[in-house]
């Protein structure tokens, strides 16, 4: 980050005053900061508050003579090496789609030439909008980066997604952005427009209020898929297991434990374009909880387990059945056979099949893909690398689809 200028517009939301943290870790990693303030921003954080923290004088008004004449605004657009939206405002969002320039804010974002990344901060109901959603679907086409909104309470009082990404997620993904991480060959935007639900991590099954029934499954490759389906263009929803991973940057996540609130959040989630079950999902959870702590007896304990719901099958013979359906198999033998099986019992459209004993926790992966027309096996690559090369490949297949 060292010596990298980050132009940082702060819009006007309640979620203002996490730029202030923001702006200060920034300058710990000797990033330089250029704020630029709209109106709105004015009423939630003060200009003395940003100037105090930044190394540069606080920008806000298109039509000042003395900045004008020491730096003109499309000059400063053009001076950062990253362009920042944080709080993006759904008004903020809603300038850039459609490409109005009335305050200074809104001008710079349209006279860079450099890569934005906007932090969405609004009530749920503003965010789930049809017409903030269009906006949405048109800056990822347009390649605009997006990291968050997070799922959680609101300062209104409701809880849904809209929250502001904290600090430190919204740094991570300016590293990324910075990094040029953001444009690992992907072909354009092959997911522009679409709706993504994925699920990733492991589920656990409660046993006490200790000890529950859980697998070793990392969702690196879950996440991994997210990530890139966002990248892609996809508005994405992330449904994890308990995992020791950062939420992807530009992904509505939501959290469970369980495989029952895994299909609850995923069938909430619906409908969508593409569904893509990456997680592992206990196929059996215990037919009952123990309210205390099981004590050790002289007898071994009995578990009695009953079946979990099979999130991926119920998604696939649902009335909103996503267009494409895309199921995981970990396999210890018979990869092929098995993967080709799961296609048919499921009813999905594609199975990605890997090795369980080679691919789980590894940042590596070797898949092959099933679908009914055949198979097709991939070299081993990292895994952020079979997610790209995985969405491009769904894109390829939802576009054909479309074209018969
Ligand atoms: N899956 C699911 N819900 C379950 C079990 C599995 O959604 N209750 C999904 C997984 O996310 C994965 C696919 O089904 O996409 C296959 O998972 P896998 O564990 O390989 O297969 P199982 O269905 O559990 O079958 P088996 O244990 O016989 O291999």
């Known amino acids: 980050m060292k010596g990298k200028r980050i132009l940082l517009v702060i819009g006007g939301g309640i979620a203002a005053y996490k730029v ?16 630029v303030m709209t109106k709105a921003a004015r009423e939630f954080v003060t200009l003395l508050s940003v100037a105090a923290l930044s190394d540069s004088r606080v920008f806000d008004n298109l039509f000042s003579l003395t900045d004008e004449t020491e730096i003109g605004h499309i000059e400063l657009s053009r001076a950062a090496d990253l362009v920042v939206v944080a ?7 809603a300038k850039l789609a459609h490409g109005l320039a009335d305050d200074l804010a809104s001008t710079l974002l349209l006279a860079t030439d450099k890569k934005i990344l906007v932090a969405p901060a609004m009530n749920v109901r503003m965010w789930e909008n049809p017409a903030t959603r269009r906006n949405v679907a048109s800056l990822r086409h347009d390649g605009v980066l997006f990291v968050g909104p997070e799922v959680g309470d609101m300062a209104c009082g ?20 910075l990094r040029g991480d953001t444009r690992i060959a992907l072909p354009g935007q092959p997911l522009a427009g ?36 966002a990248r892609a263009g996809a508005e994405v929803v992330l449904v994890s297991g308990p995992v020791a991973l ?22 909430a989630a619906l409908p969508a374009d593409l569904f893509v079950a990456a997680a592992a999902v206990a196929d059996w959870r215990g037919a009952e909880v123990a309210p205390q702590k099981l004590k050790k007896g002289a007898q071994a304990p009995v578990l009695r387990l009953v079946k979990n719901p099979d999130i991926l099958a119920r998604v696939a013979q649902s009335p909103a059945r996503p267009r494409l359906v895309v199921g995981f198999a970990a396999e210890t033998e018979n990869l092929i056979d098995n993967a080709r099986a799961k296609l048919a019992a499921k009813g999905c459209d594609v199975i990605v099949a890997n090795d369980a004993g080679e691919a789980v926790g590894q940042d590596e992966n070797q898949v092959t893909i099933a ?34």
């Open 20 to 35: 202030l943290e923001l702006i200060r870790r920034l300058r710990e990693q000797d990033a330089s900061v250029c704020p």
């Open 158 to 177: 409701e809880y849904g997604a809209g929250r502001m990404s904290e600090p430190a997620a919204i740094l991570a993904a300016i590293e990324d952005a």
């Open 246 to 267: 950062p939420d992807p940057a530009g992904v509505v996540t939501h959290h469970v434990t369980t495989a029952a609130e895994m299909l609850a959040a995923v069938e």
């Open 194 to 229: 679409r709706r993504v639900i994925v699920t990733s991590g492991p589920t656990r099954e409660p046993i006490d209020p200790l000890r529950y029934l859980g697998n070793a499954s990392s969702g690196k490759q879950g996440h991994a898929i997210a990530a890139a389906a």
């Open 371 to 404: 679908t009914r027309g055949g198979t097709e096996t991939w070299p081993r690559m990292r895994k952020d690398h079979v997610a790209l090369k995985l969405v491009a490949y769904l894109g390829k297949l939802m576009e054909a689809d479309r074209a018969q």
């Open 87 to 93: 709080p993006a405002t759904a008004d903020l969002l």
